[in-house]
C-alpha cells in the first residue's frame, strides 16, 4: 500500500514533533521551512503538561532533562533594582524541563529526520486543494501533490493566509510586544538565576540560559508601532523609547539591543480561528491557537502533534473527522489558557504601582505552593 503523504510547512516545534508521529503511523511527511537552517535562540521555554508524556512516549525526555537550562531561581526586584523577593523555580513535585527553543526543536529535528524529508530555505506559495489532494506550489521546489498539508508555520503562517485569510482576521494583540537580545556569557553573576525588574508597563527579565544568557523587554508602548516585521531601526527605538526612564541595568541591555544586528521583536498576540481545518489543509501550533505568555506554547504544539497524529491514525481514509477529533481534544486545552490571557498579562506587566503590589503578593503565594514556570515570551 502507497503510503499517504503529508506536508508540513514549519520546521520549529510542532513540525517536526508531527512528522515523528506521522511516520510511526505509517505516512510519508515532509517538513519545509522558509529559514535555510534550524532557528537558533536561547530563549528558554517549558516543556511540561501534556508534553511531558508526548516525551516519555518519543524516548526524549531524559535528553531534554540533559539540556536543561540552569536557571533554578527567579529573583524579583523592586523599581531601583533592589531584591524584593526570590522564588525556587524547581520542585521535584512539578515534573518539567525547561531548556532554550533551539535544544528542542534540535532533538525534534533529530527524532523525525530518520522517516521525514525536510526542505530548507523554502515555503508554500499556493494551495490548491479537491477532493483527492492538495496541489502545492512551492517557491523552490518543483510542485508537488500531497493528500494532506499542516500549517505548523507559527504565529505569522502562510498556510493560514493562502487557505483561511488575512492574519488580522484572526490575530489579536494583547497591546504588549516581546523583544529579546542575546548577552555576552560574563553579563550574569549567578547562572543558576533570573533576574526580573518591573516598572508600570515594563518588565526586563535577564535570563541565564543555558550557554547564552538572554535579556527579555516585555512593555507597552505609549504609542503603538506599526506592523512591519522588517523595519529593525523602528524595533530599536522602540524598546529604547520604552526603557529610557528605567532603572537598574536598563541602559546597559538596551545598549545590547540597539548594538545587535537582527534582535527579535514582536507584538504579543492571541490567535482565534473559527475552526482549525478546511478541507485537506489542518492548522497546529501557535497557526491555530497561539497565546503569548503563559509559557505553553511548545508544550501545546507537542501535545496537539501527537492528538492530530493519533486522530489521523484513529480515522484512516476520513481527514474530516480526524481533523475534528483533533480540534476537539485540543480547544479543551487552548481554550481555557485564551480565556485568562488577558489577566495573565495585567499580573505579568501591570499598569500602576499598586499592580505591582498586587502581582508581588500572588507571585509570594504561588511560591509557596508551585513552580512558577519560566515565561516563554517570544512567538517565534
Avoid: C
Wanted: charged residues 25%; hydrophobic residues 45%.
Amino acid at each position: 500500500m502507497t503510503k499517504r503523504e503529508v506536508l508540513i510547512v514549519g520546521a520549529g516545534i510542532a513540525g517536526p514533533a508531527l512528522a515523528y508521529w506521522l511516520a510511526q503511523h505509517g505516512y510519508r511527511p515532509t517538513v519545509v521551512e522558509v529559514a535555510r537552517q534550524l532557528r537558533s535562540g536561547g530563549s528558554a521555554i517549558v516543556v511540561k503538561g501534556p508534553a511531558i508524556p508526548v516525551a516519555e512516549r518519543m524516548g526524549i525526555l531524559p535528553q531534554l532533562r540533559g539540556l536543561a537550562t540552569r536557571n533554578r531561581s527567579l529573583t524579583l526586584l523592586d523599581p531601583g533594582g533592589r531584591r524584593i523577593l526570590r522564588l525556587p523555580l524547581t520542585s521535584e513535585e512539578a515534573p518539567t524541563v525547561e531548556v532554550t527553543r533551539a535544544d528542542l526543536s534540535e532533538v525534534l529535528h533529530q527524532s523525525a529526520q530518520p522517516e521525514a524529508e525536510f526542505l530548507f530555505d523554502d515555503t508554500v506559495t499556493a494551495l490548491d486543494q479537491d477532493g483527492g489532494g492538495v496541489d502545492v506550489t512551492f517557491r523552490r521546489s518543483a510542485p508537488r501533490r500531497f493528500d494532506l498539508v499542516v500549517g505548523a508555520d507559527g504565529m505569522h503562517s502562510t498556510v493560514r493566509r493562502l487557505v483561511f485569510g488575512p492574519e488580522r482576521q484572526f490575530v489579536s494583540d494583547l497591546g504588549l510586544y516581546g523583544a529579546t537580545v542575546p548577552l555576552a556569557p560574563d553579563a550574569i553573576e549567578d547562572p543558576n538565576e533570573m533576574t526580573m525588574l518591573t516598572v508600570p508597563n515594563r518588565m526586563l527579565v535577564v535570563h541565564p540560559s543555558r550557554t547564552t544568557p538572554l535579556a527579555i523587554f516585555t512593555f507597552r508602548a505609549a504609542q503603538l508601532a506599526p506592523h512591519d516585521r522588517k523595519n529593525i531601526a523602528l524595533h530599536k527605538q522602540t524598546v529604547a523609547d520604552a526603557y529610557a526612564d528605567v532603572r537598574w541595568r536598563a541602559p546597559e541591555l538596551v545598549a545590547a539591543y540597539l548594538d545587535h544586528p537582527a534582535p527579535f521583536f514582536d507584538p504579543l498576540s492571541t490567535v482565534r480561528m473559527p475552526s482549525w481545518s478546511r478541507g485537506r489543509v489542518v492548522l497546529l501550533g501557535d497557526a491555530a491557537g497561539a497565546t503569548a505568555l503563559l509559557g505553553d506554547g511548545s508544550s501545546m504544539a507537542m501535545a496537539g502533534a501527537y492528538a492530530l497524529a493519533d486522530e489521523l491514525a484513529a480515522h484512516p481514509g476520513d481527514h474530516a473527522r480526524a481533523f475534528a477529533a483533533y480540534e476537539s481534544r485540543l480547544r479543551r486545552e487552548v481554550g481555557p489558557r485564551q480565556r485568562r490571557v488577558g489577566l495573565v498579562s495585567r499580573l505579568m506587566v501591570p499598569r500602576t504601582r499598586p499592580g505591582l503590589v498586587v502581582r508581588n503578593t500572588v507571585a509570594r503565594a504561588v511560591g509557596r505552593t508551585s513552580r512558577i514556570p519560566a515565561r516563554e515570551t517570544a512567538n517565534r
